[in-house]
C-alpha cells in the first residue's frame, strides 16, 4: 500500500466549523532538551501527541496582541514530501531584556506551540526544529515597535511530516490544556 493511499472517508462537520486564529501565546522548547524529552504519540495516529514528559517550555506571553500566525509549506524532494513549518509573533516591548530575549531567539533551535481558538494544542519542529530566518526584526513604525520574531524549518533540514496535536492522556481539550501547561517553566 502507498504512503498516500487513504483509508477511509472525511466528512466535513457542518454543526463545528472551524475557527481559524492563534491565541495571543506561543511556547518555545529548546531543541536539544526536547529531543531527550519522552514524546507519547497515539498507535493508531502519529499526528496525535498523548503525552510529553522530561523537558520545560518557555511561555512567550504576548498580553494585547493577537499577532501569532502561523503556516505550514510543503515541498517535495526527490518525490518525498517534506514540511516547512513556520510560526510568527511579537516580543513586545523595548527594554534590554526584551532585546537580549529577541537575540537569543536569533540564535537558538526551538519546537514551538501554540493553542488555537479552535482549542488544539499544535506542535511545530518537533523533528528537525525552528530557527530565526532573515527578516527585519524590529520597525519602529510598526507592532508598536515590538521585535517581530519568525521561526521556521530551514531549507535544508524540512520536517517529514505535518505538526503535531497535543491531545493529553484523555483526549479533551481541558486536560490537554492542564498538562501542557503543566510543562512549563
Known amino acids: 500500500m502507498s504512503c498516500g493511499t487513504l483509508t477511509a ?12 486564529g492563534i491565541d495571543q501565546n506561543v511556547w518555545l522548547f529548546n531543541f536539544e532538551d526536547f529531543q531527550d524529552a519522552t514524546v507519547t504519540l497515539d498507535g493508531s495516529n502519529k499526528y496525535k501527541i498523548t503525552a510529553i514528559s522530561g523537558v ?5 506571553e504576548q498580553p494585547g496582541f493577537n499577532n501569532v500566525t502561523s ?6 524532494e526527490v518525490g518525498i514530501s517534506r514540511y516547512k513549518h513556520v510560526v510568527n509573533f511579537l516580543v513586545a516591548g523595548g527594554t534590554p531584556t526584551d532585546t537580549k ?4 531567539l536569533t540564535k537558538g533551535l526551538f519546537v514551538a506551540a501554540y493553542i488555537t481558538k479552535d482549542k488544539q494544542i499544535m506542535f ?16 519602529f ?10 521561526l521556521a524549518s530551514e ?6 511530516k505535518l505538526p503535531s496535536h497535543f491531545v493529553g492522556s484523555d483526549g479533551t481539550f481541558a486536560t490537554a ?5 503543566a510543562l512549563e517553566d
Not at 520545560?56 to 512567550?60: A, G, L, Q
Not at 530575549?101 to 537569543?104: H, I, K, P, R, Y
Not at 490544556?177 to 501547561?181: D, H, M, N, S
Request: glycine fraction near 6%; charge should be negative; charged fraction near 15%.
Open 124 to 139: 511545530l519542529g518537533m523533528g528537525t526544529g525552528l530557527r530565526a530566518t532573515a527578516q527585519t526584526l524590529r520597525d
Open 141 to 150: 513604525a510598526v507592532n508598536a515597535s515590538s521585535w517581530t520574531v519568525q
Open 9 to 20: 472517508a472525511y466528512t466535513v462537520d457542518c454543526a463545528a466549523p472551524i475557527i481559524g
Open 56 to 60: 520545560v517550555s518557555f511561555k512567550i
Open 155 to 160: 531549507d535544508t533540514s524540512l520536517e517529514s
Open 101 to 104: 530575549l529577541a537575540d537569543t
Open 71 to 76: 503556516t505550514q509549506d510543503l515541498s517535495y
Open 177 to 181: 490544556k492542564t498538562e501542557f501547561l
